[in-house]
């Protein structure tokens, strides 16, 4: 467990994500650290998420000159400089003040685009004012003509992409949430007693504005019904048992940018997709929040890449924890990878400055992982150098 022991307060003490993480449970209650990393009924698909990276071994090549050497790629013909993307996750106004911004603004400073969640805290319009490559996250509910709002929103503030996330159609069961909570965003006795050990928390998101608000369900619900507990009791009402293809032809048909379904876990529904005129697709099981016992996106991304072709974006979601895990990834067919939880441990340690901190460990572990490897370009990369299991 010593291991695992960080307490420093420079945040460039922190050596990796776990220093953050172990930092980001020091600050933060307990209601906030288990909704950061808690999956649904006995967690398999999350732990599976990890498993999954673990059990890939490389394969390094050696008396390759690597002086020189590039993350650098290109997303929709834009160079970024890591295939790296932040995930879309709510409610990060519960882990610093005005977090969504502060991720933003990370991601700006890493030259990588940042998906916003719909259910962030922070709206749209100020994200799309940071200048960060801008993709805005959608749940479809079941009230399409308010939809168009945001939808429309997203298309005036610029927003590069919607991602659409197809895995929600009812909620996991998420039973870290039901033991914390004795009503809707109503704590129990015992979190709300370790709250009282959290000053910090309190004077970072209490103190300022109260418990955060939804800033972009203003098409949904009245701004004085935005509250986290009126927002909660909507959203599992308004996620949309119905949802179909012919739901994505609609938005095909309604939205001009680029369109990206997340929630993908079988070559069959990416082929649909890519023949609906999706352009692109983020693999993933929902950080294991969802379907419990589900693949991790690893194991089934090789299959979704012969499917799709090598010209199609392909993004692997869940379990990132080291730089090696992305060119892991890469290897196996990925075009980027997202980070969740990883930039999240950061944010929570450390506002704007530890989700920096977090997004430069893992772009110093990865060009480290890609010299050790004896390459210098992402596109050298392939299952040449991994020694694969049999999920693979």
């Excluded at 479809?140 to 197809?166: H, M, P, Q, S, Y």
């Excluded at 009282?196 to 928390?201: I, L, N, Y």
Aim: net charge positive.
């Amino acid at each position: 467990m010593l291991r695992y022991f960080y307490t420093g307060r420079d945040l460039n003490k922190a050596q990796n994500l776990a220093d953050l993480k172990a930092r980001a449970a020091k600050k933060l209650p307990n209601f906030c650290m288990e909704y950061l990393e808690g999956g649904s009924d006995d967690e398999i698909t999350l732990q599976r998420n990890r498993q999954a990276y673990q059990e890939i071994t490389f394969r390094p090549r050696t008396l390759v000159d690597i002086t020189q050497r590039s993350l650098s790629t290109e997303v929709y013909g834009q160079e970024i400089q890591q295939p790296l993307v932040i995930a879309p996750t709510g409610f990060n106004g519960l882990l610093s003040h005005e977090g969504d911004l502060k991720l933003a603004l990370a991601a700006k400073k890493a030259g990588i685009p940042f998906i916003q969640s719909m259910v962030s805290t922070v709206s749209l319009e100020r994200i799309a004012e940071t200048g960060v490559r801008h993709w805005m996250h959608l749940y479809l509910f079941k009230n399409r003509d308010n939809l168009k709002g945001i939808i429309e929103r997203a298309e005036k503030a610029g927003c590069e992409a919607l991602v659409l996330t197809t895995d929600t159609s009812i909620i996991g069961n998420r039973e870290w949430d039901k033991r914390n909570y004795r009503a809707p965003m109503k704590l129990n006795l015992r979190n709300l007693v370790h709250l009282a050990t959290r000053p910090g928390w309190i004077w970072d998101i209490l103190v300022p504005q109260g418990m955060p608000k939804f800033c972009n369900l203003g098409d949904f619900l009245p701004p004085e019904k935005a509250s986290a507990k009126n927002a909660a009791s909507f959203l599992t009402q308004e996620m949309d048992p119905s949802l179909n293809w012919e739901d994505i032809r609609w938005l095909r048909q309604v939205w001009p940018g680029k369109l990206i379904l997340k929630g993908i876990l079988a070559s069959e529904d990416a082929l649909q997709a890519k023949a609906l005129g999706v352009d692109g697709l983020i693999i993933s099981n929902h950080g294991g929040r969802q379907l419990d016992s589900a693949p991790s996106p690893l194991d089934v991304l090789p299959e979704i890449r012969q499917a799709v072709g090598q010209d199609f974006l392909l993004v692997v979601d869940g379990g990132l924890r080291r730089g090696s895990d992305i060119i892991k990834a890469r290897c196996l067919g990925a075009d980027l990878v997202t980070s969740g939880r990883a930039a999240l441990y950061g944010l929570a340690a450390g506002g704007q400055k530890g989700a920096e901190r977090a997004l430069e460990i893992l772009y110093s572990e990865a060009d480290r992982t890609l010299a050790l490897l004896g390459c210098t370009q992402l596109n050298q990369l392939s299952k040449d150098y991994l020694l694969l299991g049999r999920n693979h």
